[in-house]
């Protein structure tokens, strides 16, 4: 005996979703029919709207509902300091830590010539044209610790050489907390170049 077809249609959009597998996407579908029809009236509602109102926003290309996203409307942020991140969920975890007060640019995907994605591909070009116009002092590249990170760090420094503008990077190393034995070569390798000096100087 199989499913009613509504609900083997519910399985196959959830099997859509990343992560989620056969089992998992039928946990899912029949749980749905334990939800009150309020909820799934928002719940149905939210995912029509995320298709028709979320936009990106035309400044930084962060998610918004309008032209301009709820960052890029805040006088009351450091308009001298721009930080460079792959993709759009990076802002929310920076906003979430509540550690930067500048402003945003989203790349929208990294530098990495073995996919097809060429620099031409990204949202670099707009990255020049508002340091530039917004006459930014700093360009903090916060990408990920890779080879297409690294290649697309090294790809805007040298476009942004000749701008009169600092650029630097978020400093890579082994997390708090672990064990050197399981950390990788690229992060172990980040960590050395990334080190601090934490010497005292005494007079003798």
Same mark, same amino acid.
């Given at each position: 005996?199989? &499913? ?12 859509? @979703? ?22 799934? %009236? ?6 029509? %709207? ?19 996203? $709820?960052?890029?409307?805040?006088? *009351? ?12 969920? *990076?802002?929310? @975890?920076? $906003? ?6 500048? &402003? ?10 073995? %996919? ?17 116009? $917004? ?18 760090? @090294? ?16 400093? &890579? ?5 672990? $064990? ?5 070569? @690229? ?18």
């Amino acid at each position: 005996m199989k &499913y009613p077809s509504t609900i083997l249609n519910l399985i196959e959009c959830f099997k859509k @979703l990343p992560g989620i597998g056969e089992k998992t996407a039928e946990r899912l579908a029949l749980s749905v029919l334990d939800i009150d029809s309020e909820t799934i %009236d928002i719940f149905s509602n939210s995912l029509k %709207d995320s298709k028709t109102k979320i936009k990106r926003c035309t400044k930084c290309n962060n998610l918004s509902e309008s032209e301009l996203c $709820e960052i890029c409307k805040d006088k *009351n942020r450091n308009n001298k300091i721009l930080c460079v991140v792959e993709e759009p969920k *990076n802002v929310i @975890l920076f $906003e979430k830590l509540n550690i930067f007060d500048g &402003y945003y640019h989203v790349l929208d995907g990294l530098i990495s010539p073995i %996919d097809g994605i060429n620099p031409e591909d990204l949202n670099i070009s707009s990255l020049v044209d508002r340091v530039k116009k $917004e006459k930014i002092e700093e360009v903090i590249l916060a990408l990920k610790p890779s080879i297409e990170g690294e290649t697309t760090s @090294l790809y805007i420094s040298r476009i942004l050489e000749d701008l009169n503008v600092k650029i630097s990077k978020i400093a &890579y190393g082994i997390p708090i907390g672990a $064990e050197i034995d399981y950390v990788d070569s @690229l992060t172990l390798e980040m960590a050395l170049e990334n080190r601090m000096d934490i010497s005292t100087n005494k007079d003798s």
